[in-house]
Structure formats: structure tokens, C-alpha cells
């Protein structure tokens, strides 16, 4: 079970908003809103009361202006801000379905002028503690209410961030095109727990490596210095598939670059498909010092 209680955040109405999850056996996942309002104190203040008058609390309430943070309830419980789909209870799925109301603007994406800080990075730390990626399943969030998707499949079955834009059953589409590898640069960290080895310490060999930061990692959206790292080693090893790149966002080139090096250990067929393993990723030894 990851943090339920973020250090050092504000804690806001009575600490109850929900309960327990419908889906816990669902992949964690996490709702980055907006508020349509301005920041700062007042703000925090007014749309803090508000949002629980009208009783559609997020699990937190952020302040990107100043990096201010209060928490409404336990990021283990579900959060009420959310629309549902048919019989789906969107706030219930998922192991966590952490839901964030930043204090901004669709309109004006909040990583174009925010000032992240220690509770920012917090508030990344406890996310990642239920082995959420740093990815978007669906990609980067809408720029317009044009570009919304909302695809079930996905929603129901893949664990990472998503934005109001992404859900189901739901007619907005903040938190607007937000820079999500600002997003995760802002709080650089280990990859979640369960997406790196925890048996028996590093492979041989493997000291001052990049280790393997999990399966779930390699998926549209993901946005990591460690997939530039990776397609560096790729090129090294002459399994270089790019017409663009190595860079930070994870794309065709990588898998097919990537597949290139499983064939090349001896892999075929869909053992050879891109998507990296531990086996082939310990053998291939990306540095740290590239990331």
C-alpha cells in the first residue's frame, strides 16, 4: 500500500471524502484537474471551501504559484471529483485513483509558470509509493475540447496519469496541454516501487547502471531522461532503428531500436517486440551518468 498521507501537506475539511476502492486489483492511476481559477492565498482559501461545499474534493488541492498543498483525504480512498459512466464509479478505479485540482487554468497550462518545490516533489514521492509510472496512457492531455480522448479500455485497465480530459463519462478537458515531461523533471526520482529489481540487490555487473525501471514504464507518454540514456547505449551497441533521437520521449523509434538489441541476445517473434524486460535490459547496462 503506498502513502496515504502526504508530509508537510495542509490538511483540509474533516479528512473523509470517500471510501474504499471498487477496483483494487485495477493498476493505480492518478487525475491531474484544474480549477479554472487564479492562485494564491485567497484562492487556495475560497476554492478550497468551495469545492467542498459542493462536495467534489480531490484527494489534493495545489497551488502552483507557490507550491501550497492541502490534502482533503487519504490518497487510499477515492475522491469525489469525478463524473461516472454508466455503472462505472470513476473514482473508484484502481488500487488509488489519486486526484489532483491544480489551481489554474486549462487555458493556460500551469507547467508554462508554476514554481514547483518540496511539496510538489512530495506530493511525486507518494504517488510513485503505489507504483504508478511516469507515464500518460493517453498520451499528452488536450489542448481543446477537441482533442479529449477518453478510451474505456485504456481508462479501465492501464495504471499511470491521466488528465479530467481522459476519463470516461466526463465533459471537461483540463488540465489543458500541461508539459508533462516538466511534469516528472520537476520531481526526478527512482522509478515505483515494484517497477525495479527488489530480490537479491543488482544483477552482476550492473553497479552504476540504470536498473530496470519495469515493464509499465515503456508506454505512450512516458518522458524520462532514462529513455534518452537507453537509446544512447542502443546506438552504441549498432541497434539504432532512429530516424530521430535518442530523446526523452518514449516512440517508435525506441521500441524498434530496442528490438533490434533482443534480437540481437537471441530473442524472436514476441520476445523480440520492443518493449524492454529485466533480462534484456540488465544485459544491455544503460549508465547512470547518461541519464
Known amino acids: 500500500m503506498g502513502t496515504a498521507w502526504i508530509p508537510g501537506a495542509e490538511r483540509l475539511g474533516n479528512g473523509t471524502i470517500g471510501g474504499p476502492m471498487d477496483h483494487p486489483d485495477r493498476p493505480a492511476r492518478v487525475v491531474w484537474h484544474t480549477t479554472e481559477s487564479g492562485a494564491g492565498p485567497s484562492a487556495f482559501h475560497t476554492v478550497g471551501n468551495y469545492l467542498i461545499s459542493v462536495h467534489s474534493e480531490p484527494q489534493i488541492l495545489y497551488d502552483p504559484t507557490t507550491d501550497r498543498i492541502g490534502q482533503y483525504g487519504p490518497l487510499t480512498q477515492s475522491a469525489r471529483a469525478l463524473k461516472n459512466c454508466g455503472t462505472v464509479r470513476n473514482n473508484r478505479v484502481g488500487a488509488a485513483c489519486i486526484q489532483i485540482e491544480v489551481l489554474a487554468h486549462a487555458s493556460q497550462p500551469f507547467t508554462a509558470?508554476?514554481?514547483?518545490?518540496?511539496?510538489?516533489?512530495?506530493?511525486?514521492?507518494?504517488?510513485?509509493?503505489?507504483?504508478?509510472?511516469?507515464?500518460?496512457?493517453?498520451?499528452?492531455?488536450?489542448?481543446?475540447?477537441?482533442?479529449?480522448?477518453?478510451?474505456?479500455?485504456?481508462?479501465?485497465?492501464?495504471?499511470?496519469?491521466?488528465?479530467?480530459?481522459?476519463?470516461?463519462?466526463?465533459?471537461?478537458w483540463d488540465p489543458g496541454g500541461i508539459d508533462t515531461g516538466k511534469l516528472f523533471a520537476a520531481a526526478p526520482g527512482t522509478p515505483p516501487?515494484?517497477?525495479?529489481?527488489?530480490?537479491?540487490?543488482?544483477?552482476?555487473?550492473?553497479?552504476?547502471?540504470?536498473?530496470?525501471?519495469?515493464?509499465?514504464?515503456?508506454?505512450?507518454g512516458a518522458h524520462s531522461p532514462i529513455v534518452t540514456a537507453m537509446g544512447r547505449k542502443l546506438v552504441a551497441e549498432g541497434c539504432s532503428a532512429y530516424t530521430d533521437g535518442p530523446?526523452?520521449?518514449?516512440?517508435?523509434?525506441?521500441?524498434?531500436?530496442?528490438?533490434?538489441?533482443?534480437?540481437?541476445?537471441?530473442?524472436?517473434?514476441s520476445d523480440a517486440d520492443g518493449i524492454p524486460g529485466r533480462t534484456t535490459w540488465e544485459a544491455l547496462k544503460v549508465p547512470k551518468d547518461w541519464a
Open 193 to 220: 516501487p515494484g517497477h525495479t529489481s527488489t530480490t537479491g540487490g543488482l544483477a552482476p555487473g550492473t553497479a552504476g547502471c540504470i536498473p530496470f525501471p519495469g515493464t509499465a514504464f515503456f508506454q505512450a
Open 247 to 269: 530523446g526523452p520521449q518514449w516512440g517508435e523509434g525506441d521500441r524498434r531500436s530496442y528490438a533490434l538489441w533482443q534480437r540481437k541476445r537471441g530473442y524472436s517473434g
Open 113 to 172: 509558470y508554476w514554481r514547483p518545490g518540496p511539496n510538489f516533489r512530495a506530493l511525486m514521492a507518494a504517488i510513485r509509493s503505489f507504483g504508478i509510472p511516469d507515464a500518460f496512457p493517453m498520451g499528452t492531455p488536450a489542448r481543446s475540447v477537441a482533442g479529449c480522448r477518453r478510451e474505456a479500455s485504456v481508462w479501465l485497465t492501464r495504471g499511470g496519469h491521466y488528465g479530467h480530459c481522459n476519463v470516461p463519462g466526463n465533459d471537461h
